[in-house]
């Protein structure tokens, strides 16, 4: 028999984390999240999203022994954005049981349908930058740090279950970093420049952090990324928490803005890839040893691949070329730094426009990740 226990104690939440990397230990595709930044996701008074987010947290006991684990959320900004009523399950883990699975499930629908939900989606996160989706195809290929990763029996439990149906689908590419600037994208990158008058910026952590480009950053991303699915405007101490997390540690020479005048229409936000790194650490730990394995990556680059975090440009400059501005000086910077692959993040399967600049360049799907809905 299967007990659902919702957690609702510090101790409780250290389990509910703990889960996943129990679950994947010794898989070599698996990335280890870092332990301290689940746990501030996670917590009420760490994530900034719980302005505009409520959730729950439900672990599944099979025998006495923690078997799975999910997290109700719901988005009240999302919902009105979208004018629904939108129950999200994310932090969806399960041992290979299909009664735990359901049962995982079941209590976010209670818990959904209890203020009012009529759907329930995921797996999602609080907000679009949190990771998105169950991965369905490319379960031999080595994850990430920002993406979901799991067993490929999860999907076949999701499309058993009465009432499941695809909502959603983003893939993921890895790109072989070419040792020359295709023409393409070098022909472009000069008519851009002499036609629109656009340039390449390179920012200074002053500018970045105390000018507050970096704030303007993601709010380009809220212009650029509203029309996508489930995507939740970003408020300012959101955006707060992303310039910290990300903006003050980002090698500058990885970030690329392309400006209009004085006016940023578009952005590009890389990092070495830290998937090997990750999975040297003890269960996504920093202490005690954890730390120099990032540091290699963090400051020296010891990698062969880079992630291709966040890339943003205002719809009326994308026809205009402002993505191959982006894309000449990254692939420069790549060089540079000696990468041989970059790996994107979730695009969505529909979205044409960003799926076809990989055209000019060797690239290749290398998963594919789904969000699930059902009406409640």
């Not at 499309?159 to 689908?169: I, L, P, Q, S, V």
């Amino acid at each position: 028999m299967i007990e659902i226990r919702e957690v609702t104690t510090g101790k409780e939440l250290k389990q509910f984390v703990q889960f996943y990397y129990d679950l994947y230990r010794g898989n070599d595709a698996a990335v280890p999240f870092l332990f301290f930044d689940e746990i501030a996701t996670l917590r009420r008074d760490k994530n900034p999203s719980f302005e505009c987010c409520e959730a729950a947290y439900f672990l599944a006991y099979k025998d006495g022994k923690a078997v799975g684990r999910v997290a109700a959320i719901i988005n009240r900004r999302a919902n009105e954005r979208w004018n629904s009523r939108q129950v999200r399950f994310g932090w969806f883990d399960f041992v290979d049981d299909t009664e735990v699975s359901q049962s995982l499930l079941d209590a976010v629908e209670q818990w959904g349908k209890a203020r009012g939900m009529s759907e329930m989606v995921g797996p999602m996160g609080f907000i679009d930058t949190d990771r998105e989706g169950m991965l369905v195809d490319g379960f031999d290929e080595l994850s990430t740090m920002y993406i979901n990763y799991n067993y490929p029996y999860y999907p076949q439990h999701l499309e058993r279950m009465a009432g499941f149906e695809k909502a959603n689908d983003w893939v993921e590419m890895r790109v072989k970093v070419p040792e020359v600037v295709p023409d393409k994208f070098a022909k472009i990158t000069e008519m851009v420049r002499k036609r629109y008058g656009l340039r390449v910026h390179k920012f200074s952590r002053k500018e970045l952090v105390d000018g507050g480009w970096g704030y303007k950053v993601f709010d380009l991303l809220n212009e650029t990324y509203k029309d996508l699915y489930g995507f939740s405007q970003l408020s300012d101490h959101q955006i707060n928490k992303l310039v910290n997390d990300y903006i003050k540690i980002a090698d500058l020479n990885l970030v690329t803005a392309v400006m209009d005048g004085d006016k940023m229409v578009g952005f590009g936000i890389t990092f070495p890839s830290f998937s090997r790194a990750l999975q040297k650490t003890h269960d996504g730990r920093v202490l005690p040893f954890g730390w120099w394995h990032l540091l290699k990556i963090l400051k020296w680059h010891k990698t062969d691949t880079v992630d291709l975090l966040l890339i943003g440009v205002l719809p009326e400059y994308r026809a205009k070329g402002a993505n191959a501005l982006i894309f000449d000086d990254l692939i420069r910077q790549f060089q540079n730094y000696g990468f041989s692959w970059a790996v994107t993040g979730p695009q969505m399967e529909t979205n044409d426009g960003v799926l076809s600049q990989w055209q000019y360049l060797e690239a290749t799907q290398v998963r594919r990740h789904r969000c699930f809905k059902k009406n409640l």
